[in-house]
């Protein structure tokens, strides 16, 4: 694979995920001209000051459920996750599951209630990163370690199925190559058809990705004000100067956020009230604002998250 330089191949902004209907996929993934040729066209019509794009996006209504307390949103993720893994179980065999760090993994406890230990089909799960810090994989700061600790330990998901970041990457801190690496490791599964494709662009298309969000509106590892979000033909980059530390990592790109079948944004606390009130007032200065996904957005708040959302949203 080609090297990249950082935002050579970014475009003036973030792409969008269009329609809503499921893809089989498994044509195996394109080859990044195929990519780019694609994106170029998209370049023009996915200008955030775009009248069409802002069009299109205030079609794309975000939905939000707001829940009391965040015993009863990990409740209700839990549910919600469970049932999709049956759907996609059944459909395909696998269920393709995309984790985030932070919070998240603490509100994802519920699935190891005895209820869903015994009922999901857990050795169909393959489970990746939709952003890694480059830190060793034991280091206290690794995504993959919180998720490990806090979840995966405690589930029967093969070994085989959890794609953490290439470990010699992680310990020498190469983020441009665990980037390329983890990049790499996706177009694999794509072309085993473990990881559908998204329509013809030869995105990989998950299944859910559990996402969270900081006070500043970062979601993954793209941050305001950084070129990242505008990355539009890589899968997978990188940022080396975070400004939320550690400052080296890597993450998926916005289409192939975008190109996810289902993304659950899950959200708590007042702290990140003001960043989810300039979200639903569409400010996309917030990377967090560009999320959509090919089925279902859904925005999972507790109330003080929810607080400062302008009426009428
Ligand atoms: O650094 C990160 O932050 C975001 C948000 O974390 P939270 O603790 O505010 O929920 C997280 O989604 C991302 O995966 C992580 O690397």
């Known amino acids: 694979m ?5 935002g050579t191949s ?15 996929g498994g044509a195996g993934i394109s080859g990044k001209s195929t990519l780019r040729k694609q994106n170029a066209v998209e370049q023009e019509s996915a200008n955030p000051n775009n ?14 459920i707001v829940f009391p307390t965040k015993k009863e949103l990990s409740e209700a993720m839990a549910e919600y996750t469970a049932n999709l893994s049956a759907k996609f179980c059944k459909a395909r065999g696998y269920f393709t599951v995309v984790l985030s760090g932070g919070d998240l993994i603490s509100w994802l406890s519920e699935l190891l209630e005895p209820m869903y230990q015994e009922s999901i ?3 169909k799960w393959h489970i990746f990163w939709v952003d890694e810090r480059v830190v060793p994989l034991d280091h206290k700061d690794s995504n993959y370690k919180l998720a490990f600790d806090g979840f995966l330990s405690k589930v029967p998901i093969p070994i085989a199925n959890i794609y953490a970041i290439d470990k010699d990457c992680a310990a020498l801190g190469d983020a441009k190559g665990a980037a390329l690496l983890y990049e790499e490791c996706l177009k694999r599964l ?3 058809d473990i990881i559908r494709t998204y329509k013809s662009s030869g995105f990989p298309q998950f299944d859910l990705q559990l996402l969270g969000m900081g006070p500043d509106g970062h979601m993954a590892s793209l941050f ?9 033909a890589d899968l997978v980059t990188y940022i080396t100067d975070s400004p939320k530390p550690p400052p080296k990592r890597i993450t998926f790109t916005l289409p192939v956020i975008n190109c996810a079948s289902y993304n659950l944004m899950a959200v708590c606390d007042e702290a990140q009230a003001d960043a989810v009130a300039k979200v639903f007032n569409d400010n996309f200065d917030l990377p967090a604002a560009w999320l959509t996904a090919d089925v279902e957005a859904v925005w999972f708040l507790d109330q003080a998250a929810a607080s400062k959302i302008p009426k009428g949203h």
């Open 2 to 6: 080609a090297a990249r330089r950082p």
């Open 10 to 24: 970014a475009s003036s902004s973030p792409t969008m995920s269009p329609s809503h209907r499921m893809n089989s």
């Open 51 to 64: 009248i069409l794009v802002r069009t299109i996006m205030a079609k794309t209504k975000r939905k939000k």
């Open 121 to 123: 089909e857990w050795s």
């Open 190 to 192: 794509v072309n085993r």
């Open 224 to 232: 305001p004000g950084h070129y990242q979000i505008k990355e539009k």
